[in-house]
Antibody
Framework: QVQLVESGGGVVQPGRSLRLSCTASGFPFSSYGIHWVRQAPGKGLEWVAVIWYDGSNEYIADSVKGRFTISRDNPKNTVYLQMSSLRAEDTAMYYC???????????WGQGTMVTVSP | IQLTQSPASLSASVGDRVTITCRASQGIDTFFAWYQQKPGKAPKLLIYDVSTLQGGVPSRFSGSGSGANFTLTISSLQPEDFASYFCQQLDYHPWTFGQGTKVEIK
């Protein structure tokens, strides 16, 4: 079935790095853009990053620009979110989502939790 | 673009008509979506292009609006609709979300 599965979350100390993965199945991965969206505990949704279907373009939210990068490996059906210089305020559930009709996010993964703590 | 969603929460009964609004800080074209999120679950796309229902979404959900003002309506609230709802604009980078509306049982 069509699905996205995130992995790579965990507990990390402030200032350290972490790489999240989003692996797709059930659809032609190389035809779709992929977004990352995060949600701090008890808070709303915050859009983080997007990468074009072919990796030719990307956008990063100002709140993480210069610290987070997004990339993809189409033969592996995987998008990555490389996070560096992590801060306590980066603590959140991180979701990847497929870019569907009119850029709306039509398929979501189950999320992977990142906790930044000493 | 900032999205101001209201109310932040509401209490309603099964069968009630519920309306949630989202106001943008500037005009938006038609790239506007609504999502439903239940506790511990990922968001689910309900509506895109302001008023187009995503496949499988019940017809009691509808979206409307233009310019800077958008609305999500649930015509007759069902037990499975108690959840949080988020609006999102996809017209301008960054693709911002509203703060969310929690729909609770009265």
């Amino acid at each position: 079935q069509v699905q996205l599965v995130e992995s790579g979350g965990g507990v990390v100390q402030p200032g350290r790095s972490l790489r999240l993965s989003c692996t797709a199945s059930g659809f032609p991965f190389s035809s779709y853009g992929i977004h990352w969206v995060r949600q701090a505990p008890g808070k709303g949704l915050e859009w983080v990053a997007v990468i074009w279907y072919d990796g030719s373009n990307e956008y990063i939210a100002d709140s993480v620009k210069g610290r987070f990068t997004i990339s993809r490996d189409n033969p592996k059906n995987t998008v990555y979110l490389q996070m560096s210089s992590l801060r306590a305020e980066d603590t959140a559930m991180y979701y990847c989502a497929r870019e569907g009709p009119s850029s709306a996010h039509d398929i979501w993964g189950q999320g992977t939790m990142v906790t930044v703590s000493p | 673009i900032q999205l101001t969603q209201s109310p932040a929460s509401l209490s309603a009964s099964v069968g009630d008509r519920v309306t949630i609004t989202c106001r943008a800080s500037q005009g938006i074209d038609t790239f506007f979506a609504w999502y439903q999120q239940k506790p511990g679950k990922a968001p689910k796309l309900l509506i895109y292009d302001v008023s187009t229902l995503q496949g499988g979404v019940p017809s009691r959900f509808s979206g409307s609006g233009s310019g800077a003002n958008f609305t999500l309506t649930i015509s007759s609230l069902q037990p499975e609709d108690f959840a949080s709802y988020f609006c999102q604009q996809l017209d301008y980078h960054p693709w911002t979300f509203g703060q969310g509306t929690k729909v609770e049982i009265k």
